[in-house]
C-alpha cells in the first residue's frame, strides 16, 4: 500500500515537449508539494498546496504549472520542456496541525526527467 | 533566509563503528523543526528522525539519535553499529513553523558509504 506515488518514474523526451507528472497520496493529507533535485543532489522546493490552494510558489519559470484537483492529487506540468530542466522530480506530502506545527513530509519515488 | 550547512560532502565508515554527521542552520525563528533523511540508491527518501526546536531532550530512534545544540544551531547525527544498508546520502533539513510554514530547506548532503 503506497503512501506517495508518482508516475511515471522515469521521463525521456525532447526539447520543447510538454509533459505531466502526476502524484497521488492516500495518506490523508492536506498538504502536498513539489521539489527538484538537481544533478548534484540538491532538493529545492517549488510548489505547495494545501487543500487544493497554492501556498507557496518559489521561483520558477511559469512553464511549470501545477495543478490540484482535490487534496489527494498534485500534478506538474511543463510546458516547452528545456534541457536544465532535467532533474528527479519528488512529490511529498503532509498534515498541517493545529497550532501551526506539521507533521514530517513523505515523499514519493521521484520522478527522473531526461530532456535531450 | 533559512539556510542548512552540511560541511562534510562524503564520508565513510567499517561496518559496526560510530560516525557522526555535522548540520549547522540559521533562521531567526524561536521554534521549528530539523530533520535528518536518507536517500539510498533507490532514489527514495526515507525519514531518519526528527526533532522539535522546543524539546531539549535530544531525539533518538534506534541507532541513530542527534545532538541538537540550539544556541549553537547545531544539529548532528550519530549512527551507532553503522551497518551496510546505511549507505546512502544524508540531507539534513529545516522547517520552520513562523512565515516560512510548509517548507523545508535542505542541506546539500553527506554521502556516507559503509565498508565491510
Known amino acids: 500500500d503506497t503512501a506517495v506515488s508518482q508516475t511515471p518514474k522515469y521521463l525521456v523526451t525532447q526539447m520543447g515537449n510538454d509533459k505531466s507528472i502526476k502524484c497521488e497520496q492516500n495518506l490523508g493529507h492536506d498538504t502536498m508539494y513539489w521539489y527538484k533535485q538537481d544533478s548534484k543532489k540538491f532538493l529545492k522546493i517549488m510548489f505547495s498546496y494545501n487543500n487544493k490552494e497554492l501556498i507557496i510558489n518559489e521561483t520558477v519559470p511559469n512553464r511549470f504549472s501545477p495543478k490540484s484537483p482535490d487534496k489527494a492529487h498534485l500534478n506538474l506540468h511543463i510546458n516547452s520542456l528545456e534541457l536544465g530542466d532535467s532533474a528527479v522530480y519528488f512529490c511529498?506530502?503532509?498534515?498541517?496541525?493545529?497550532?501551526?506545527?506539521?507533521?514530517?513530509?513523505?515523499f514519493g519515488p521521484g520522478t527522473r526527467l531526461t530532456v535531450l | 533566509a533559512q539556510t542548512v550547512t552540511q560541511s562534510q560532502p562524503e564520508m565513510s565508515v567499517q561496518e559496526a563503528e560510530t560516525v557522526t554527521l555535522s548540520c549547522t542552520y540559521d533562521?531567526?525563528?524561536?521554534?521549528?523543526?530539523l530533520f535528518w533523511y536518507k536517500q539510498p540508491p533507490s532514489r527514495q527518501m526515507i525519514l531518519v528522525i526528527r526533532q522539535e526546536a522546543y524539546k531539549q531532550q535530544n531525539a533518538t530512534e534506534n541507532r541513530f539519535s542527534v545532538n541538537f545544540q540550539k544556541a549553537a544551531k547545531s544539529f548532528s547525527l550519530k549512527i551507532s553499529d553503522s551497518q551496510l544498508g546505511d549507505t546512502a546520502m544524508y540531507f539534513c533539513?529545516?522547517?520552520?513553523?513562523?512565515?516560512?510554514?510548509?517548507?523545508?530547506?535542505f542541506g546539500r548532503g553527506t554521502q556516507l558509504t559503509v565498508w565491510p
Open positions: 533539513a529545516f522547517g520552520g513553523r513562523g512565515s516560512t510554514l510548509g517548507r523545508l530547506y
Open positions: 511529498a506530502s503532509s498534515q498541517v496541525l493545529s497550532g501551526g506545527g506539521y507533521n514530517e513530509q513523505f
Open positions: 533562521t531567526s525563528e524561536n521554534n521549528y523543526y
